[in-house]
């Protein structure tokens, strides 16, 4: 059982490692595929479909959009920022399925938790986006 008090908040550089990490594998998985068809004389077309394909995941994941596998991911990202010895299959043999919920609300922050130099930032970008739509229109 994990234990949520060793999670640590995730930051910028741990998403772009785990966009990195989905897009490896889907690429493995395809490359596999191609040459389980075609030997190692894999056509042009599979190499576009592969570059399309990467195209497709997504840049910024929601809760809703995380799968069991990107939350064992991620939480292992989060772990290993105390102990970096621990391993990708430690972290998936410690997570309970009942509470993924629990583990993305400890490596993600909460829009309220943020600091208030955050808060306060986030809300001066919103701003400045409506002013340009405005004015565009």
């Not at 990708?88 to 922050?109: C, M, R, T």
Request: hydrophobic letters at 35%; proline letters at 5%.
């Amino acid at each position: 059982m994990l234990d949520v008090g060793r999670l640590k908040l995730l930051g910028v550089g741990d998403i772009v490692e785990h966009q990195r990490h989905k897009k490896e594998l889907r690429k493995k998985e395809i490359i596999e595929n191609a040459k389980d068809l075609y030997g190692d004389n894999i056509p042009d077309s599979i190499f576009d479909y592969l570059e399309r394909q990467l195209k497709l995941i997504p840049k910024v994941e929601t809760a809703e959009t995380l799968s069991p596998e990107d939350i064992q991911y991620l939480v292992w990202l989060s772990l290993r920022k105390n102990d970096p010895d621990v391993t990708l299959k430690q972290a998936g043999d410690w997570l309970n399925l009942d509470e993924l919920d629990l583990y993305v609300s400890k490596i993600f922050p909460a829009p309220e938790t943020l600091p208030e130099k955050t808060k306060k930032s986030k809300k001066k970008v919103a701003k400045k986006t409506r002013k340009k739509k405005k004015k565009n229109n």
